[in-house]
């Protein structure tokens, strides 16, 4: 259930918004929680640590809408607010997105794209819970052994699971910017890190959306793993997605005409799970090998522009789940025989 605070001082609105949203509060999707200026919301929030999203009005009495984002962003970064106003010249729509605000809409309500908005706000909210779920539980945490964070999470138990090396079934797909080199050449240092750093936010988000976590970035190249149910076929969304996303991004100025296009090979079976690096140097870096991984990554290698490669045995599995074409046999360093090799399209 995603849990609502509405901070306006009109007092009809509650009853408007019951009203409006008295099917999804009847299934327990949505539960309400009001106030009649900031200085309430604040003190709303401190009863219900697990609100997800505020709707707030901007003009208020004892404490205004942008003040109350300010206050937001200070003390519950988690949760995202929406604007709801009738004041919606741009210097307040900007002054709010520069607080924090996640969207704004405008007053009279109309409430289909409040809706539509809601459960987009709440939809980003769920990812970050899940992302910091992921990262307190799991392997992206297991990247920093270091004694304070053991401590932290639990001690010598918490530690003894950071250790625990495994085999396990998963997909690890490396995504790569291709010709990146020829900007990194050619712009100032800020540009190219700005500019790849943008890349990497691009393809991250639609990894965490499919569940899966960045085991390492490498150069200008992304390398995620997938384990659980489905793990290879939301390893082929993910990078769908991912591809998608970044051929709709602008070239890079008027003067330089990089269009970023990713090379991307995926491959899924067994692998070993562990803390690989140096204890002396407290540098461990908790991540997958296996002659599995090496395979992707020579996969990615051999993908031109825009396309993804599979191996034979990956395709075998997801064949019905999506469109793939059969590319040929390709030679790879240290196989002794060719591999069979598709391309998946969509």
């Given at each position: 259930m995603a849990k609502i605070l509405v901070a306006d001082d009109e007092v009809d609105l509650e009853l408007l918004i019951k009203q409006k949203f008295r099917q999804k509060i009847r299934e327990q999707q949505y539960e309400f929680i009001f106030a009649?200026?900031?200085?309430?919301?604040?003190?709303?929030?401190?009863?219900?640590?697990?609100?997800?999203?505020?709707?707030?009005?901007?003009?208020?009495?004892?404490?205004?809408?942008?003040t109350l984002l300010s206050r937001l962003s200070e003390s519950s970064p988690l949760i995202k607010a929406v604007i709801v106003s009738a004041y919606g010249d741009m210097e307040n729509i900007?002054?709010?997105?520069?607080?924090?605000?996640?969207?704004?809409?405008?007053?009279?309500?109309?409430?289909?794209?409040?809706?539509?908005?809601?459960?987009?706000?709440?939809?980003h909210v769920l990812q970050i819970r899940e992302t910091l779920k992921a990262i307190k539980e799991n392997?992206?945490?297991?990247?920093?052994?270091?004694?304070?964070?053991?401590?932290?999470?639990?001690?010598?138990?918490?530690?003894?699971?950071l250790m625990a090396n495994e085999n396990v079934e998963a997909t690890v797909a490396f995504i790569d910017i291709c010709s990146f080199t020829s900007i990194s050449e050619n712009e100032t240092p800020d540009t190219v890190v700005k500019l790849l750093n943008n890349y990497f936010?691009?393809?991250?988000?639609?990894?965490?959306?499919?569940?899966?976590?960045?085991?390492?970035?490498?150069?200008?190249?992304?390398?995620?793993?997938?384990?659980?149910?489905?793990?290879?076929?939301?390893?082929?969304?993910?990078?769908?997605?991912?591809?998608?996303?970044?051929?709709?991004?602008?070239?890079?100025?008027?003067?330089?005409?990089?269009?970023?296009?990713?090379?991307?090979?995926?491959?899924?079976?067994?692998?070993?799970?562990?803390?690989?690096?140096?204890?002396?140097?407290?540098?461990?870096d908790y991540t997958v090998i296996g002659d599995t991984v090496n395979t992707a990554q020579r996969l990615q290698t051999a993908a031109g522009e825009g396309k993804i490669l599979?191996?034979?045995?990956?395709?075998?599995?997801?064949?019905?789940?999506?469109?793939?074409?059969?590319?040929?046999?390709?030679?790879?360093?240290?196989?002794?025989?060719?591999?069979h090799v598709y391309e998946v399209m969509g």
């Amino acid at each position: 259930m995603a849990k609502i605070l509405v901070a306006d001082d009109e007092v009809d609105l509650e009853l408007l918004i019951k009203q409006k949203f008295r099917q999804k509060i009847r299934e327990q999707q949505y539960e309400f929680i009001f106030a009649v200026n900031g200085n309430d919301a604040l003190d709303k929030i401190h009863q219900h640590p697990d609100i997800d999203i505020v709707l707030s009005d901007i003009n208020m009495p004892e404490m205004d809408g942008l003040t109350l984002l300010s206050r937001l962003s200070e003390s519950s970064p988690l949760i995202k607010a929406v604007i709801v106003s009738a004041y919606g010249d741009m210097e307040n729509i900007r002054t709010a997105m520069n607080r924090g605000a996640f969207d704004f809409i405008t007053k009279p309500i109309n409430f289909e794209d409040l809706s539509v908005t809601m459960e987009k706000t709440i939809k980003h909210v769920l990812q970050i819970r899940e992302t910091l779920k992921a990262i307190k539980e799991n392997n992206i945490l297991k990247m920093y052994v270091d004694e304070t964070v053991l401590n932290f999470m639990g001690g010598r138990e918490f530690e003894s699971s950071l250790m625990a090396n495994e085999n396990v079934e998963a997909t690890v797909a490396f995504i790569d910017i291709c010709s990146f080199t020829s900007i990194s050449e050619n712009e100032t240092p800020d540009t190219v890190v700005k500019l790849l750093n943008n890349y990497f936010d691009v393809i991250v988000k639609e990894i965490i959306a499919q569940g899966g976590y960045i085991d390492k970035f490498i150069g200008d190249a992304v390398m995620a793993v997938f384990r659980g149910d489905y793990h290879l076929d939301r390893a082929i969304d993910a990078c769908i997605a991912a591809r998608t996303q970044i051929e709709k991004l602008p070239s890079l100025s008027e003067n330089v005409s990089f269009t970023p296009k990713v090379s991307i090979g995926i491959n899924s079976g067994e692998m070993i799970s562990g803390n690989i690096g140096s204890s002396s140097l407290r540098r461990l870096d908790y991540t997958v090998i296996g002659d599995t991984v090496n395979t992707a990554q020579r996969l990615q290698t051999a993908a031109g522009e825009g396309k993804i490669l599979i191996s034979e045995q990956a395709y075998e599995k997801v064949k019905e789940s999506f469109n793939c074409n059969k590319v040929g046999e390709i030679s790879f360093k240290n196989k002794t025989k060719p591999m069979h090799v598709y391309e998946v399209m969509g």
